[in-house]
């Protein structure tokens, strides 16, 4: 089983800075992909940015390429999503998310098992 805690989430003027993480427990697979989602009241969970643990290939949805970026520190079990240049349309709950044994993220919800409870980013124009 697999743990997801969220943390960094909070309130921004439109082109401000969030840095988010999410600490992964419990079991610790050897090859696994990490995503990061988003949900907006009444929209559809979408996909923000993956990566792979092993090889460090990342995908990014077009609407945050070039803003945001994913990264990993794999000794702290911990994944980061470095949002930059924030616009009130990414407002949202955003979500952490693990697919165990993944080489190749898929930037879509039902391609993660494991997920974390979300925190909430707010931007104002």
């Known amino acids: 089983q697999v743990q997801l805690v969220e943390s960094g989430g909070g309130s921004v003027q439109a082109g401000g800075s969030l840095r988010l993480s999410c600490a992964a427990s419990?079991?610790?697979?050897?090859?696994?992909?990490m995503g990061w989602f988003r949900q907006a009241p009444g929209k559809l969970r979408e996909g923000v940015a993956a990566?792979?643990?092993?090889?460090?290939?990342?995908y990014y949805a077009d609407s945050v390429k070039g803003r945001f970026t994913i990264s990993q520190d794999n000794a702290k079990n911990t994944v980061y999503l470095q949002m930059n240049s924030l616009k009130p349309e990414d407002s949202a709950t955003y979500y952490c998310?693990?697919?165990?044994?993944?080489?190749?993220?898929?930037?879509?919800?039902?391609?993660?098992?494991?997920w974390g409870q979300g925190t909430q980013v707010t931007v104002s124009s």
């Open positions: 998310a693990e697919e165990p044994g993944c080489w190749v993220p898929i930037l879509q919800v039902g391609a993660f098992r494991y």
């Open positions: 419990g079991y610790t697979y050897s090859r696994y992909c």
């Open positions: 990566i792979g643990t092993v090889g460090g290939s990342t």
